[in-house]
């Protein structure tokens, strides 16, 4: 029961990340959540089907259509860029991989909210100079959905 | 793959109604989506899951513990009752069983976007004396669920 | 403090009464709420700004430019339909004029909020062959405004 | 026609800062677009007023009441946090004085909107030791505001 939340246009080693958290977590047994559309959701998507693993596209647009292929399960809302807040409130733990502003403003509400956040390649934050510690840094897909899996159970 | 979007106080022959249509479209491989609360909400999943049915129940608030035991994926939109919205448009095709005024915003939505709307015992709509057409009624929840997946289909 | 939440295709009547009953209300000093769009929402700005009155639009778009000309301060929500349900709560009594299904999901809302709603040549609703009681009646723009902002102040 | 996305809890200056900020708007003839609650928000607000500006506040909760008394046009969205997406929406540029992660989903939002963000002793942004480039840096509330009027027109 975890959520990746990244961009559109990524990088080749972020898809690839991508694809490995998504296959990890459902080998866990976690339900993938995730924004239901290309790049990065894409690849978690496909990971997880991989493995069998029950994925959840929850879509900015109005229609079922544009999901990616990999979505097993998925909630058109309607509500464009709105729909970042629910994409994080329906997931116990966080894995954040690269981003664009998109996936800052779900890391903010994963926060805000007291949900983890796993880093990969993503954000980082500070003000008047000093690093924000909220987000958890991993460095591999493999210590990403470990500790997201960690987090999750507490 | 179709909807049903009910009421919290319901009558028994409309929760048993509900268990039932839950019930026969599992069977027919369709997915139920929900408002994943009490009452008609509660029984259709229950009918969906003694079928081996997939279970979404997207939720008013802002955590999963207010969905009832037969959801199996639980979307917490925290939206309040903006989420009626979302119920619908996760559809092909509504079922309307019994309902209050929460059950007639979904109604309402669902016309509005072109989604079929087959009404068990629940609201009829006229203006100026002369009653609306939209809502395609049903006698039974055989019939309703013959109907809806007939129309889910086109 | 009043919202009127009507449709888009409006008969002249309609339009006629929408925009005197916006102009009663901002005579009254309300503030009036609406959809922002064109038609009879357009018409009520247009009524209310001719006295000089506070105008509110909750679009469903991301950007202010689909605001009719008469909406004073404009909120695009980007929500779509489901900003069906802020218009009505911004409110403290409704006046629905007319309407197709957007109008039957704010008038909807509002009941099940426990908001008032006068009726001018709009929806009729029942169960089970009774008429529902919620939507109070008003035979014209007079009445429909007298009556809502005694709802209103109760 | 500027927002101010801030947080509850604020340090004195961040108040004093805010404060000033609201009353340079307004007396510039801008509209006031907030989240409509306490401490950063109040004091914008209250500043606006001081300088007989519009203020319009977008609340998380369903109600009216919790708007800080400041707040001349009130919408009670009943959307919790993802009313974030709605305060900067309503904005042609945004002031982001100091603020917690709230204040960052706003930032967020209004940088993928390409909406310009000018910020006051806030958030800090990063990807691979780079610092990000969209918020534009104020030293003062007077700075602030007149880059804000000027990106605004753009």
Redesign the interface.
């Given at each position: 029961v975890a959520v990746i939340g990244p961009a559109d246009a990524a990088a080749p080693e972020e898809l690839a990340s991508a694809q490995e958290v998504g296959r990890l977590l459902a080998k866990a047994g976690a339900?993938v959540v995730c924004g239901g559309r290309g790049g990065v959701m894409e690849a978690v998507c496909r990971g997880a089907r991989s493995a069998d693993g029950?994925t959840?596209g929850?879509l900015p647009g109005?229609?079922?259509s544009e999901a990616n292929p990999f979505v097993e399960?998925?909630?058109?809302?309607?509500?464009?860029?709105?729909r970042?807040?629910?994409v994080v409130?329906?997931a116990d733990a966080v894995v954040a991989i690269g981003g664009?502003?998109?996936t800052?403003?779900e890391?903010?509400?994963a926060?805000?909210?007291g949900t983890p956040v796993v880093g990969l390649?993503?954000?980082?934050?500070?003000?008047?100079?000093r690093p924000d510690t909220?987000i958890v840094r991993a460095e591999s897909a493999e210590e990403a959905v470990r500790t997201a899996l960690d987090l999750a159970r507490k």
């Amino acid at each position: 029961v975890a959520v990746i939340g990244p961009a559109d246009a990524a990088a080749p080693e972020e898809l690839a990340s991508a694809q490995e958290v998504g296959r990890l977590l459902a080998k866990a047994g976690a339900v993938v959540v995730c924004g239901g559309r290309g790049g990065v959701m894409e690849a978690v998507c496909r990971g997880a089907r991989s493995a069998d693993g029950l994925t959840l596209g929850i879509l900015p647009g109005p229609d079922r259509s544009e999901a990616n292929p990999f979505v097993e399960v998925a909630v058109p809302t309607g509500l464009g860029e709105a729909r970042n807040a629910l994409v994080v409130r329906s997931a116990d733990a966080v894995v954040a991989i690269g981003g664009a502003y998109g996936t800052l403003s779900e890391i903010a509400f994963a926060l805000k909210d007291g949900t983890p956040v796993v880093g990969l390649r993503t954000w980082e934050l500070a003000r008047g100079g000093r690093p924000d510690t909220g987000i958890v840094r991993a460095e591999s897909a493999e210590e990403a959905v470990r500790t997201a899996l960690d987090l999750a159970r507490k």
